[in-house]
């Protein structure tokens, strides 16, 4: 079976600087939720437990669009890291750990229509040792300065999905 993990935008948390901008935008029928990364270097991080985990690698689905830009040609570049924590065992410092090394994806717009949803898959292989009942952090950058990424203006993060063996 696939475990899936959800992460929304409200319960993103980021450091004192450098973070999206969180936004809400009244569509015609619902709320539109998200975080907006812009054309600078931003970051935001989720805290999950790895519920079932049995190990293998853990697919990221970033769930995005684009704020104003229709070029199809334009994309973003995503990177995602982890780091992971088994409470009463490691004796790591939760105030100085470090992430695993991260992975990047990219995906371009492909078509002119305005604020298309899109999903960047970015396949987790640094697993930092996840076992499941840890305390995990995911972190989310958008890489403006990657080539692949030529997106004029925000990047709306609207969810961020993870999935994973659980058996």
Not at 13 to 42: M, Q
């Amino acid at each position: 079976m696939t475990a899936e993990q959800y992460l929304t935008p409200e319960e993103a948390a980021f450091k004192s600087n450098a973070f999206p901008r969180y936004v809400k935008n009244s569509g015609t029928a619902f709320v539109v939720t998200g975080l907006a990364y812009s054309e600078t270097t931003e970051i935001a991080f989720w805290k999950f437990s790895p519920a079932g985990y049995t190990g293998g690698n853990i697919t990221c689905d970033v769930v995005w669009y684009a704020d104003t830009s229709v070029t199809a040609a334009h994309g973003v570049a995503w990177q995602v890291a982890l780091a992971a924590i088994t409470p009463s065992v490691d004796t790591q410092n939760v105030e100085t750990k470090a992430f695993a090394t991260s992975q990047t994806g990219t995906t371009d717009l492909g078509s002119t229509d305005a604020q298309k949803l899109m999903v960047t898959t970015i396949v987790i292989t640094n697993l930092d040792s996840i076992a499941a009942g840890d305390e995990a952090w995911l972190s989310l950058t958008r890489l403006p300065g990657n080539a692949a990424d030529d997106l004029t203006g925000d990047a709306i993060v609207t969810s961020v999905r993870l999935s994973y063996s659980d058996t």
